[in-house]
Structure formats: structure tokens, C-alpha cells
Nanobody
Framework: QVQLVESGGGLVQAGGSLRLSCAAS????????MGWFRQAPGKEREFVAA????????YYADSVKGRFTISRDNAKNTVYLQMNSLKPEDTAVYYC????????????????????WGQGTQVTVSS
């Protein structure tokens, strides 16, 4: 059974940093493209960042480019999202997602490509 468990969310002041983690189990981790998405109250879930199986390719939403960094540690079956220079508009529930589709056969920012989702972790940025 595939499980994705996010952690690391919390309350931070604008300009601060947080590091989210997503631990995967029940999968051959290196076979999966991983993504981070977020959903603010009253809004649709949106793409944040994605990374291919070995970390050699990454892709970011324009709104987080230069501030957020996605990475993975395949030895630990974990993907990370380092978030710096946080803004109040980054406030949302952040979700980890996994897909067995190869990077070159999908569009990483599109939700429907992802097969598995975590339960989410809340990030709140105060002004």
C-alpha cells in the first residue's frame, strides 16, 4: 500500500523559511516522479514544484521560482521542499504527490498525472 506522509508545516512570519518533507512507503521510490502542490482556502489545488526520479530535472511554478527548492533523497525515500522568503500568499495546505509516469511522458504541473497523494501539511505565513 502506497503511503505519502508530509511533515514540516507550521506558522512562520513573512520572510521566514520552512522545510517540508514527504516520506514515501510501499513504492519503489526511484520509479516515481514526485511533486508538491498546494491549496489555499476557497481556491483550487495548484502546482508548486516537481522532480524527476534522480533529481536531475526539476520544474517550478513561476510564483515560487527562486524562493523554493525541491530535492529528494532516494536512500531515505523522501522528497523535500525548502521554502525561503515566504509570503502571506504562500499560506495553504501543501500536498506531496507521486506518479509512476516518466518525466518526459507527462506534464509535471498537471494534477491528473499523479497517482498518489499525501494528507497534506498546513503552512501559514503571517504578515
Amino acid at each position: 500500500q502506497v503511503q505519502l506522509v508530509e511533515s514540516g508545516g507550521g506558522l512562520v512570519q513573512a520572510g521566514g523559511s520552512l522545510r517540508l518533507s514527504c516520506a514515501a512507503s510501499g513504492v519503489t521510490f526511484t520509479s516515481y516522479t514526485m511533486g508538491w502542490f498546494r491549496q489555499a482556502p476557497g481556491k483550487e489545488r495548484e502546482f508548486v514544484a516537481a522532480i524527476n526520479w534522480n533529481g536531475g530535472s526539476t520544474y517550478y511554478a513561476d510564483s515560487v521560482k527562486g524562493r523554493f527548492t525541491i530535492s529528494r533523497d532516494n536512500a531515505k525515500n523522501t522528497v523535500y521542499l525548502q521554502m525561503n522568503s515566504l509570503k502571506p500568499e504562500d499560506t495553504a495546505v501543501y500536498y506531496c504527490a507521486a506518479t509512476s509516469r516518466r518525466w518526459y511522458l507527462m506534464r509535471p504541473k498537471e494534477l491528473h498525472y499523479y497517482d498518489y497523494w499525501g494528507q497534506g501539511t498546513q503552512v501559514t505565513v503571517s504578515s
